[in-house]
């Protein structure tokens, strides 16, 4: 399977109605704790974010996926603690591009950044626990289920179970050694 090209643009106001649209999928609503969001509380989250990853004082970033001049999806960095060295991912694609490999390609294209940072040790992400396709795309990047936290959210009125996800800056970079086809020296 060929995997499409996409790029990562900066998340800018005119995107906010596709993001909405995208929260208001079917597969978005059963997968995903997302609390009721209005245009103006999302325009305001992405009016409170940045793609700059330089910029010093930011604690939040956030990236809209495209594909072939349309926004498909978003990936977004947030709570990040400089003195911790951690940072929070999550991430979204409209439902007609699922299982295309682009989420797996948009989020490494994301965690290749990040870890940049020499700061960063840790990055973590959240995903419910019947979402399959998602703990996948964690699995695939090298991330480990660190615990679930029952009932931690509700979703279309259910109690529903949380995982958490953890990938350490040493298993990435083992992971990007491994990619590179370079083994570790005894």
């Avoid at 498909?72 to 490999?101: D, K, N, Q």
């Avoid at 959240?126 to 991330?143: H, I, M, P, W, Y």
């Amino acid at each position: 399977m060929t995997i499409p090209d996409i790029r990562l643009v900066p998340a800018l106001p005119e995107h906010v109605d596709v993001w909405k649209a995208m929260r208001e999928e079917p597969v978005s609503r059963r997968m995903m704790p997302l609390e009721p969001a209005t245009r103006e509380s999302l325009l305001k989250r992405i009016l409170e974010s940045t793609s700059d990853l330089s910029d010093p004082k930011a604690t939040s970033f956030r990236w809209m996926v495209e594909l072939e001049g349309r926004i498909i999806g978003t990936v977004a960095a947030r709570e990040l603690s400089r003195f911790h060295g951690r940072v929070e991912i999550g991430y979204m694609l409209s439902s007609a591009y699922h299982g295309r490999g682009i989420g797996t390609r948009a989020v490494t294209w994301v965690l290749e950044r990040l870890f940049e940072w020499p700061f960063l040790h840790r990055v973590w992400l959240t995903t419910a626990a019947d979402n399959l396709a998602s703990q996948g795309l964690a699995r695939k990047l090298g991330f480990t289920l660190e615990g679930v936290m029952r009932e931690h959210y509700l979703i279309e009125g259910q109690r529903k179970d949380q995982q958490v996800w953890g990938l350490l800056r040493s298993q990435w970079e083992a992971r990007a050694r491994l990619s590179a086809g370079v083994a570790d020296a005894p």
